[in-house]
Every structure is written in C-alpha cells, then in structure tokens.
C-alpha cells in the first residue's frame, strides 16, 4: 500500500529547467550552526541547506549551499575544463554538476584547499518534500527473497529490473539513488514487523535500519 505526507519543513531543489528533482530532501541550517569554512571538511552537516553570503565564495551570494552526499546523483559537466581541480574539483571555471538531463544546476568545490559543498545555482527553484509511504505486510516477508519480491511489488521502485534485490544493493540505491531508490524522503512500513523479524532473522533487520538510518525513514510497527 502507497500513502504520502508533506515533510514539515523540508524542501527538495530541482533543476530550474527541467525541473528534475536534484537533492534529497533538505531542511534550513539552524542559525546557531554556522557554514565551515574550514579546508577539507563539509561546510553544511548532510540533510541541511545554507544560503551563501559569500562568505563561504567570492560570486556565491544567495546560493544554496549543500552537503555533496545530497545530491541524488553526481553528474558532472561534460567540458572537462569545468572539471578542473587538484585533489577534487575547485569550481573555478564555472558550473560543473549537471542534472540527469544534462542542464547545469550547481558547481561542485570538493578540492583540498577549500570546505567542501554543492553550490546550487542562484534562486534554484525548491518546492516542499513530499514522502511518499510504503507499507510492507510483514507476514509476507519469511524470506529475505520475500521481502525483496514484496519491496518492489509495493514501491515498485526506477530501475527496478536493474535491482540487485539484496541489501548491499538497497545501500546503493539510497544512498546514491540508483536502482531500487524508493524516492526522496520516502517511509518504509513494515506492519507485524516482529513476525518479519522472525523469519528474516536479527542480522537482516539491524543491517536494514542501518542502512536506512538519514536516508529512509525506517518504521517498524
């Protein structure tokens, strides 16, 4: 079964032309929690957002800065000069991260001499997230075949025919948003989930809600 809800005050960007949803779902630094600006570290926690004051980068004023591991791919520019850099990529030639459809969206700044972040284009259009709900009949899941039989029956996931249906490939795909990704801020519900905890052992669960601890929220009724 599939439900949704608006996330509370968290907001996914999208590319401004394609709109193509390009971040996980994001809420506002607190202002108690300033940006790093120190080399080599990230200069916003992963899950938040900061709007720059150029403080962070001469020419990045009123952009929003992330942290790199929320974007929901990485695809870079596909001029190599703007992919210039020494141990990663500095950012100096102009936008260098660009959208599935190939519509530049942010630059990249993951080089040693700099904090590290996502700069997203200036006014990058972002709207509310809305997580959509999966719930799982747990008593259908006696075998970790099952559950991954079950999971996408129900999510019914992009990419499906290219799962892996094991959970070093569901690590994959929500961390990285390949195939198998269930969507940004989605809710994995597993109803009777001590009968599923019986059969599909220990190991599996703990592993399960480890690899969906920041990234999918995990509710085990």
Same mark, same amino acid.
């Given at each position: 079964?599939?439900?949704?809800?608006?996330?509370?005050?968290?907001?996914?960007?999208?590319?401004?032309?394609?709109?193509?949803?390009?971040?996980?779902?994001?809420?506002?630094?607190?202002?108690?929690?300033?940006?790093?600006?120190?080399?080599?570290?990230?200069?916003?926690?992963?899950?938040?957002?900061?709007?720059?004051?150029?403080?962070?980068?001469?020419?990045?004023?009123?952009?929003?800065?992330?942290?790199?591991?929320?974007?929901?791919?990485?695809?870079?520019?596909?001029?190599?000069?703007?992919?210039?850099?020494?141990?990663?990529?500095?950012?100096?030639?102009?936008?260098?991260?660009?959208?599935?459809?190939?519509?530049?969206?942010?630059?990249?700044?993951?080089?040693?001499?700099?904090?590290?972040?996502?700069?997203?284009?200036?006014?990058?259009?972002?709207?509310?997230?809305?997580?959509?709900?999966?719930?799982?009949?747990?008593?259908?899941?006696?075998?970790?075949?099952?559950? *991954?039989?079950?999971?996408? $029956? /129900?999510?019914?996931? +992009?990419?499906?025919?290219?799962?892996?249906? #094991? !959970?070093? =490939?569901?690590?994959?795909?929500?961390?990285?948003?390949?195939?198998? *990704?269930?969507?940004?801020? $989605? /809710?994995?519900?597993? +109803?009777?989930?001590?009968?599923?905890?019986? #059969? !599909?052992? =220990?190991?599996?669960?703990?592993?399960?809600?480890?690899?969906?601890?920041?990234?999918?929220?995990?509710?085990?009724?």
């Amino acid at each position: 079964m599939t439900e949704s809800k608006t996330s509370a005050g968290r907001l996914v960007f999208e590319c401004p032309v394609c709109q193509q949803v390009v971040t996980r779902p994001l809420e506002r630094l607190p202002g108690e929690s300033p940006v790093c600006y120190e080399d080599g570290r990230d200069a916003v926690p992963a899950g938040y957002f900061a709007i720059s004051d150029d403080d962070y980068w001469t020419g990045s004023a009123g952009c929003p800065l992330i942290n790199l591991a929320d974007l929901l791919a990485r695809h870079h520019h596909p001029d190599a000069r703007r992919n210039s850099g020494c141990c990663g990529r500095d950012g100096c030639d102009g936008p260098n991260l660009v959208c599935e459809n190939g519509h530049e969206v942010g630059t990249e700044k993951s080089d040693c001499w700099m904090a590290h972040a996502a700069v997203l284009l200036v006014n990058m259009p972002s709207r509310q997230a809305t997580a959509a709900i999966y719930t799982l009949d747990g008593r259908r899941l006696i075998s970790p075949d099952a559950f *991954w039989r079950e999971y996408l $029956a /129900v999510v019914k996931p +992009e990419g499906a025919e290219y799962f892996g249906c #094991s !959970l070093a =490939a569901f690590r994959d795909a929500v961390t990285g948003g390949g195939p198998g *990704w269930p969507g940004a801020g $989605a /809710v994995l519900r597993i +109803e009777s989930s001590s009968q599923a905890a019986d #059969s !599909l052992g =220990a190991e599996f669960m703990q592993r399960l809600q480890e690899i969906c601890a920041g990234q999918v929220v995990l509710e085990l009724l």
